[in-house]
């Protein structure tokens, strides 16, 4: 779509489960549990990097997905992610 993701928001690294082998996470992420790469201001350590799974590198910010807001993203990500 070409949107740029929103800043200080992280909620697709905390929101969803991801079940690929993160870099120090081999067995993924639960949902609702922050990835180790995200920072405390909300950016990722791997976000250029190879080592990046591919489902973290395949996600869009999509206005239907992260809303108007991270507090809206947050919900939208967890109502997909119980749905």
């Given at each position: 779509?070409?949107?740029?993701?929103?800043?200080?928001?992280?909620?697709?690294?905390?929101?969803?489960?991801?079940?690929?082998?993160?870099?120090?996470?081999?067995?993924g992420?639960?949902?609702?549990?922050?990835?180790?790469?995200?920072?405390?201001?909300?950016?990722?350590?791997?976000y250029?990097?190879?080592?990046?799974?591919?489902?973290?590198?395949?996600?869009?910010?999509?206005?239907?997905?992260?809303?108007?807001?991270?507090?809206?993203?947050?919900?939208?990500?967890?109502?997909?992610?119980?749905?």
């Amino acid at each position: 779509m070409g949107i740029k993701c929103r800043e200080k928001c992280g909620a697709c690294c905390i929101a969803p489960s991801i079940s690929s082998p993160i870099p120090g996470m081999p067995d993924g992420k639960p949902a609702g549990v922050s990835c180790i790469h995200l920072t405390d201001d909300l950016k990722c350590t791997i976000y250029n990097s190879p080592d990046r799974p591919k489902v973290c590198d395949d996600f869009n910010f999509d206005p239907l997905v992260c809303g108007n807001s991270r507090e809206e993203a947050m919900k939208l990500l967890a109502d997909l992610e119980n749905s």
